[in-house]
Nanobody, 122 residues
Framework: QVQVVESGGGLVQPGGSLRLSCVVSGNIFGIRVMAWHRQVPGKRREVVAIQIDGEEAEYGDAVKGRFTIIRDNGKNTAYLQMNSLKPEDTATYYC????????????????WGQGTQVSVSS
């Protein structure tokens, strides 16, 4: 089985920084996509950052220039460096990964973590 586990959330003041971590573990024969999404109660989940193998990272308009997704392929880990945080960045942040679970398969399976809460408030 594949597990996706986020960590690093917490309470931070406006203008501060926070780094989230996402570790993918289990039967992994490749990771094609690592991405971060976020969701506020009552609203749709939105893409924050996405990193596809061989392509440049893409970011949601609300976080461009402030957030950076960093992949460490050797550790099956992705980080989300969040700078200049704003109260509107308050949300539950979810990590998503497209994983190949069998060595002989070409199918990519999508997995989600349970989320980590980020609160930006003075």
């Amino acid at each position: 089985q594949v597990q996706v586990v986020e960590s690093g959330g917490g309470l931070v003041q406006p203008g501060g920084s926070l780094r989230l971590s996402c570790v993918v573990s289990g039967n992994i024969f490749g990771i094609r996509v690592m991405a971060w999404h976020r969701q506020v109660p009552g609203k749709r989940r939105e893409v924050v950052a996405i990193q596809i193998d061989g392509e440049e990272a893409e970011y949601g308009d609300a976080v461009k220039g402030r957030f950076t997704i960093i992949r460490d392929n050797g550790k099956n880990t992705a980080y989300l460096q969040m700078n200049s945080l704003k109260p509107e960045d308050t949300a539950t942040y979810y990590c998503m990964s497209d994983v190949r679970e069998r060595e002989t398969s070409s199918e990519w399976m999508r997995h989600w973590g349970q989320g980590t809460q980020v609160s930006v408030s003075s």
